[in-house]
C-alpha cells in the first residue's frame, strides 16, 4: 500500500509492505525499488513486517532475508532503520493451546 501526502507542494509518501515467509523475497524488494524509482526523489518512508531475521533489530540469528534486507538498506542513499519487534513468533503445539481441565 502507497499513500501520498501534500503539504505546500511537497510530496511524502509512506509504504506499507507486508511479506509473506514463503513469499519470493527478492520480488518483494524489487517492488519496494520500483516503488521507491517511481516517486522521482521526494521523501519516502518504508514499514512494514518482511519476516526478516538480523542480529542488527534484535534478533538472535540471521536468515537469508535479513541480509537481503540489509542490503537494500545500505543501497539507499538517505536511510535509516528504526526496527523493535515486539516478540519473536513462535508456533504453539497443539498440546500447548488445548484447553486445561
Do not use: C
Amino acid at each position: 500500500m502507497t499513500i501520498k501526502i501534500m503539504k505546500n507542494s511537497k510530496a511524502f509518501t509512506i509504504i506499507s509492505s507486508y511479506s509473506s515467509p514463503y513469499a519470493n523475497f527478492r520480488e518483494i524488494l524489487e517492488e519496494l525499488t520500483d516503488l521507491t524509482t517511481n516517486i522521482n526523489g521526494e521523501e519516502y518512508l518504508i514499514g512494514g513486517d518482511f519476516n526478516a531475521h538480523s542480529l542488527r533489530w534484535g534478533y538472535r540469528d540471521e536468515d537469508s532475508r535479513g541480509k537481503q534486507l540489509q542490503e537494500f538498506i545500505a543501497e539507499k542513499s538517505s536511510f535509516s532503520i528504526a526496527v523493535i519487534p515486539l516478540r519473536e513468533a513462535r508456533i504453539k503445539s497443539r498440546s500447548e493451546t488445548s484447553p486445561k481441565e
